[in-house]
């Protein structure tokens, strides 16, 4: 849509949900993956996923601890949604983003696959593209110890690309 494309100037992404890591196990999605058409609504906890695996920073993590709107259970019909959805997204090559691209990768993520994470940016297809590896960091980017030097790449980022 041309007239959405002339108001957006730019996609950042960090830390996107292309493919599940490893430390999410095998058996939810298995779970998911034969039972998400037949019963969609059933429920399951997320116990793979401690809060340390989303970020380092030990205040953050209590206030996601705290926060009662985060969820502590999924349903396998999401699951499968969110599956499927990753599969596409993996198998679109080039994917082709009319904007310039800044896209966060955080090495130790334990929620998204750093390798499919880091293929899915390499088959972004946008001259105007800038990948970033935030060493040392979990998922949650924009949570971590060290996110103001994040917030301060976004920013100058933006600010390059103002008209």
């Known amino acids: 849509n041309m007239a959405l494309q002339q ?11 292309v493919d599940y890591a490893d430390a999410l196990g095998t058996f939810k999605v298995l779970v998911s993956r034969v039972l998400g058409r037949i019963m969609p609504r059933l429920s399951l906890p997320v116990e793979e996923l401690p809060v340390e695996n989303l970020t380092n920073d030990v205040q953050k993590q209590k206030e996601h601890d705290d926060d009662p709107a985060n969820l502590h259970s999924f349903t396998i019909g999401w699951a499968l949604e969110c599956l499927n959805t990753q599969l596409r997204v ?8 009319p904007v310039p691209v800044l896209y966060v990768i955080a090495e130790l993520d334990k929620v998204a696959d750093v390798e499919a994470v880091t293929k899915v940016g390499q088959n972004i297809e946008q001259k105007d ?13 924009l ?13 100058e980022w933006i600010a390059n690309r103002l008209d």
């Open 143 to 155: 949570n971590e110890v060290k996110r103001q030097e994040t917030y301060k790449i976004i920013g």
């Open 90 to 97: 993996r198998e679109t090559i080039p994917i082709v983003i």
């Open 7 to 17: 108001k957006i100037k730019g996609c950042i992404i960090t830390s996107p949900f």
């Open 129 to 141: 593209k800038t990948v970033i590896l935030r060493k040392g960091e979990q998922h949650e980017v």
